[in-house]
């Protein structure tokens, strides 16, 4: 059963913290993670990507010139693919559906195998609370170097409050979130997991 340890926000140890082998210890599925994350990235497009086809495009009613006799070829609409200001052939259109699915079994999967990365990289932050006595974006930063944290972080929390909300979002490389909320791609996607006492217990009641 891996542990952590438990640390204050002034960055001082306060015990060992067990974790729950079924969460945090499993066998991790490599092809569940990586159809998670394509699910993630899929879901987050916003497909409203677009062009005009020729039927689309303003202009091209008459027929240029006539069929025979003036040595040109012949045609049909200015607005045809091959002229400047036609239409597009085969090009993107809004009414596709990027949209994929996955079942809640393969998602749970999928997200016990990200943490338990996390805990063999030894990349797992647990702390007693995350709190802000002030909404000012030094005194967050001073007290993420008490906790010795750099990089790209995700903290998960139970609960937010206005001075931490404030606090941290001028800050690039720190995401918020609440436990309920944790997923895969946001997992993988951070240098360090910060999760709270309290979240960790929520987490680990959902997953196990």
Request: proline share 2%; charged share 30%.
């Amino acid at each position: 059963m891996p542990k952590t340890a438990l640390l204050s926000l002034k960055g001082e140890k306060i015990k060992d913290i067990k974790l729950d082998d079924n969460v945090w210890g499993i066998t991790p599925n490599d092809q569940v993670v990586y159809e998670h994350i394509n699910l993630a990235m899929a879901n987050a497009r916003q497909g409203s990507h677009s062009v005009k086809n020729r039927s689309e495009v303003s202009g091209g009613g008459r027929k240029p010139w006539r069929q025979k006799g003036t040595g040109n070829a012949r045609q049909g609409s200015t607005r045809a693919p091959h002229w400047v200001g036609g239409g597009v052939v085969f090009g993107p259109s809004s009414n596709r559906n990027y949209t994929k699915k996955m079942n809640k079994k393969e998602r749970r999967l999928a997200l016990k195998s990200a943490l338990t990365y996390k805990a063999n990289d030894k990349e797992i932050v647990l702390i007693e609370k995350f709190e802000a006595e002030t909404n000012k974006t030094r005194d967050m930063l001073k007290l993420l170097e008490n906790l010795k944290l750099n990089g790209k972080l995700l903290i998960v929390t139970t609960e937010l409050s206005e001075n931490v909300i404030l606090a941290t979002r001028n800050i690039a490389s720190i995401k918020l979130i609440l436990a309920n909320e944790l997923n895969t791609y946001d997992v993988l996607s951070c240098d360090k997991l910060v999760i709270t006492e309290d979240a960790l217990k929520y987490v680990e009641e959902v997953l196990k």
